[in-house]
């Protein structure tokens, strides 16, 4: 199955998440290409039977260019088999707080409206963690996003290079990638 994973992202969560997924479907058998959207501005998604969409957060919004590729495409999905997912930082710690409501209304914002909006009826959705890199963030950025790093500390999220703290769980993210070849097969 000719697989495409269009991806944006800001500070590298969704790259590397799209290349784990990418890593699970090769060895399911499926052909895929991962492009990054914010390098590569595709013409044409006629050639693969499968698109998945990934689009990295911040201030509660996605990354612009996974919208414009949905936007720009959205003809092209009621042909294919699709996938969203997006990389949260706000994840772990709002599941270490137990705070399901705030959970289940990022659901519906970030993947069940983006569905809606775009007309699309994927096969699956998926929300992971993301990487909070203090050294990637602007002056800014940095500042407000202060208070959060001592958060992360007490959620247990180790510090995997300085200022840098990955929230992901890969085996979550594998797992996703299996069932979801299982279910366009
Ligand atoms: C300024 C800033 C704002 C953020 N806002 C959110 C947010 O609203 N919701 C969320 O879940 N994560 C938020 N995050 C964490 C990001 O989701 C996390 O960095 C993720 O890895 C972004 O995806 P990317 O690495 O592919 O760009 C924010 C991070 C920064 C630096």
């Keep these: 199955m000719k697989t495409l994973i269009a991806f944006c992202t800001r500070y590298g969560a969704t790259e590397s998440t799209s290349e784990e997924i990418a ?4 060895d399911e058998g499926f052909d895929v290409r ?7 501005k595709l013409k044409d998604i006629s050639e693969y039977d499968l698109v998945l969409v990934g689009a990295g957060m911040q201030m509660f919004r996605w990354c612009k260019e996974s919208d414009k590729f949905l936007n720009k495409f959205q003809k092209d999905f009621r042909e294919k088999k699709t996938a969203i997912f997006v990389s949260s930082g706000a994840k772990a710690i709002l599941e270490y707080d137990g705070q399901t409501s705030e959970m289940e209304e990022n659901w519906q914002k970030y993947l069940v409206e983006k569905t809606e909006k775009y007309s699309i009826n994927p096969v699956a959705l998926g929300m992971f963690g993301g990487v909070w890199d203090y050294n990637k963030m602007s002056f800014v950025f940095k500042k407000t996003m202060g208070p959060f790093r001592m958060k992360l500390e007490e959620v247990g999220i180790k510090e995997v290079a300085p200022g840098v703290f990955d929230t992901r769980n890969w085996d979550e993210i594998r797992n996703w990638a299996r069932d979801l070849a299982e279910k366009v097969r």
Excluded: A, D
Excluded at 23 to 26: C, P, Q
Excluded at 34 to 40: A, C, G, I, S
């Design 34 to 40: 991962v492009v990054n959207t914010k390098k590569e």
């Design 23 to 26: 890593t699970v479907l090769r």
